[in-house]
């Protein structure tokens, strides 16, 4: 698939539905804490929409049903009372599990200079970035196998794969419907529970399968706790996450705790994604910024 341009324009009114990277020189979230059921087109009944966890199962089959959408997304970890937020905005194909993001890291320590925005390329299995810096050329990409990654890159990016943040809700073992609100004009079902991220490899597509796995080994606990945020075609409009890992970069002692949330609106937007030839990612040493150790591109 590399090198192979992806289009999809899907009709806007379709319904239905790091912690330690291998050396960590691309971890741009760990860089910064260093540094301080139905068919398409069917209604959820009911006003809980079912049993809770039935409910959430189903939820990231609702958007391969739905094909696409437009992302925003946020990752604020706090560590040793330190709080970084890092945004990021962009579009995903649910169907062929393809997406870009451009992610907006906040400024330096000292607020005197900001990070160039990250270009950031979602296929199964990898992870592309453009725009990393830490000696990597402005015309090459940092290509990143995701299922190396121990966090399974729910964090590693800056932002959680839109498609991996629902299938860890194929995880769901607990979860109340909270009741019923409105999200940017939509009418929601707010639910709150926990997730077992072995679990959600288990029944995961094959893209997501070996990531969420490795997660489930390298973050503190498997357990995730949530709220998502569905439309009464069981579409995750909003999802957050809170993860929680050993932050073993300076001292291999304390917790950093990571809050991901991914919005999912304009449905059936178009996505076109190109991902990049063998001869543009960059395959030389990536000097290492504070708190991460330098590897080799091509992880």
């Not at 330690?20 to 760990?30: N, R």
């Not at 959680?160 to 809700?169: K, R, S, W």
């Not at 498997?222 to 999802?239: E, N």
């Not at 990049?276 to 504070?290: F, L, R, S, V, W």
Request: charged share 25%; with cysteine.
């Amino acid at each position: 698939m590399v090198g192979r341009e992806r289009e999809r324009e899907l009709r806007s009114g379709w319904t239905g539905g790091g912690p330690a990277l291998a050396g960590g020189a691309v971890c741009v979230c760990l860089a910064l804490a260093g540094c301080s059921g139905s068919g398409q087109g069917a209604s959820v009944q009911g006003a809980g929409g079912g049993d809770p966890v039935a409910v959430l199962h189903r939820a990231a089959d609702r958007l391969v049903a739905a094909g696409s959408a437009k992302a925003r997304t946020a990752m604020q970890m706090a560590s040793g009372g330190t709080r970084v937020t890092i945004r990021g905005e962009g579009v995903y194909d649910f169907e062929e599990r393809l997406g870009q993001l451009k992610v907006r890291l906040p400024q330096d320590p000292a607020g005197t200079s900001e990070h160039r925005p990250i270009t950031e390329l979602l296929a199964p299995g990898a992870l592309f970035m453009k725009n990393r810096g830490a000696g990597v050329p402005d015309d090459k990409w940092v290509r990143v196998e995701t299922d190396s990654l121990s966090d399974g890159n729910l964090v590693t990016g800056g932002a959680t794969d839109p498609f991996a943040a629902a299938e860890v809700l194929r995880g769901t073992r607990t979860a109340t419907f909270v009741g019923r609100t409105e999200l940017a004009g939509t009418e929601v079902r707010h639910y709150r529970g926990t997730a077992d991220l072995a679990r959600a490899a288990r029944g995961a597509s094959a893209g997501n399968r070996k990531a969420l796995a490795a997660a489930a080994q390298g973050f503190a606990t498997a357990q995730v706790p949530f709220d998502a945020y569905l439309d009464d075609q069981g579409r995750i409009r909003k999802v957050r996450h809170r993860f929680s890992f050993a932050n073993g970069q300076e001292d291999g002692t304390g917790i950093v705790d990571v809050a991901s949330t991914t919005l999912l609106y304009d449905f059936g937007a178009a996505v076109r994604v190109r991902l990049p030839e063998d001869q543009d990612i960059y395959a030389g040493k990536i000097a290492a910024e504070p708190g991460e150790r330098g590897v080799d591109g091509k992880n």
